[in-house]
């Protein structure tokens, strides 16, 4: 009888150091998530996150981490920006077409709202909002390039050919961002030509409504801005990096809020460890540099940091805080994990440009050495 009672809990044993095992295999390099339910369960009263921080794998697979390209931008490689609203996008898009140093740089007249960015060639290798304009519509989305891109090419460039492309971005705290727009809105701005085109048609106003009557959303107060759940300021950069045919484009039928919320932060998430390259607002140093270690490419001048934000010039009350953070939740996971990739990346970058020292310098000690004997 015991002898029987030993072997099955050992039998038992075996099984949960067995599962143990193949979990921590399955989540080690994988994203593994939590539903939009249990996300609701761990916000604390006031609106902020428990802990955001288990998005993040203990490890990265090397392939995530390890990017480097050797472009031919004479060739096949084509550099695709996408450019999410109030992310600095603009300054990193000026970058490219004026800062970067290539064979042949981008021509660009002041009378002129593009710039020409062609190769020798007489073919385009970028396409961004200063080389070829909205051409996907404006503030393109991740689901609305990937089925224009090619087609637009062909049309700028009046032929089809092989291309290898390069999808880019830059992302930013959310709250920042969030903030950022928001005075941007209040200013009179609109996006509300934006096409939202997905699954071979444009949102309709019954899917997205406008939060605003007339021309404009100017002089809303923050109060309103936050009040409008159709307002596409909320999660705005995951919801620009996922696959929006995955949940049924605006379509909410079908899903309920927290499957969509998941399926949405899942596809931006795996979409931006699929991007060659993407940047951090807060850290413009470390995407300068990361850009140019990953592409073999150098920026002209240096980046600069300018840190005087919306946020810090006007700072909300904590309630206000927590409703931002309350409606951008899944940009803020996303960035949480974004930040934690892209440190994984600079960190890797600077022990590639260290082995690079250490190699020369051993390599001129040899020579030196050869030299003497």
């Keep these: 009888m015991f002898r029987r009672g030993w072997r099955a809990y050992l039998v038992v044993v075996i099984f949960v150091v067995l599962t143990i095992l193949y979990m921590g295999y399955i989540c080690q390099n994988n994203f593994c998530s939590f539903s939009s339910t249990r996300r609701n369960d761990e916000r604390e009263s006031d609106g902020k996150f428990s802990d955001i921080s288990k998005l993040v794998p203990d490890t990265f697979s090397p392939q995530i981490v390890d990017r480097e390209y050797q472009l031919d931008l004479d060739d096949e490689d084509v550099l695709v920006f996408l450019h999410i609203q109030k992310t600095g996008g603009t300054t990193f898009g000026r970058h490219l077409v004026k800062n970067l140093d290539v064979g042949k740089p981008c021509v660009c007249r002041k009378t002129m709202k593009k710039c020409e960015c062609l190769t020798r060639k007489k073919t385009l290798w970028l396409f961004s909002r200063y080389s070829t304009g909205w051409a996907c519509g404006l503030h393109a989305d991740w689901t609305e390039l990937k089925n224009c891109v090619d087609t637009a090419m062909d049309k700028q460039e009046g032929l089809h050919r092989e291309r290898r492309y390069h999808y880019i971005t830059i992302l930013r705290d959310p709250v920042g961002r969030y903030l950022s727009e928001f005075k941007h809105v209040q200013r009179g701005a609109t996006w509300k030509t934006a096409r939202l085109f997905c699954n071979g048609r444009q949102a309709?106003?019954?899917?997205?409504?406008?939060?605003?009557?007339?021309?404009?959303w100017e002089n809303v107060n923050l109060g309103s801005f936050l009040d409008c759940k159709y307002n596409l300021a909320n999660n705005r950069q995951t919801r620009m990096l996922a696959n929006l045919s995955k949940i049924n484009c605006y379509n909410k039928t079908g899903l309920t809020d927290e499957e969509r919320d998941q399926k949405m932060l899942e596809s931006a998430i795996e979409n931006l460890q699929n991007f060659s390259f993407f940047g951090l607002t807060e850290f413009q140093r470390d995407t300068q540099q990361l850009f140019e270690h990953t592409f073999n490419l150098k920026f002209i001048e240096d980046f600069e940091q300018h840190n005087a934000t919306h946020r810090k010039r006007l700072p909300p009350t904590e309630e206000i805080m927590a409703k931002i953070k309350l409606y951008n939740n899944l940009d803020m996971q996303l960035y949480q994990f974004a930040r934690?990739?892209?440190?994984?990346?600079?960190?890797k970058m600077k022990d590639d440009l260290r082995e690079e020292i250490e190699d020369s310098t051993n390599e001129k000690e040899i020579m030196a050495f050869s030299g003497n004997t």
């Design 340 to 347: 934690e990739l892209f440190q994984r990346r600079v960190e």
């Design 204 to 216: 309709t106003l019954e899917e997205v409504p406008f939060c605003y009557e007339g021309e404009t």
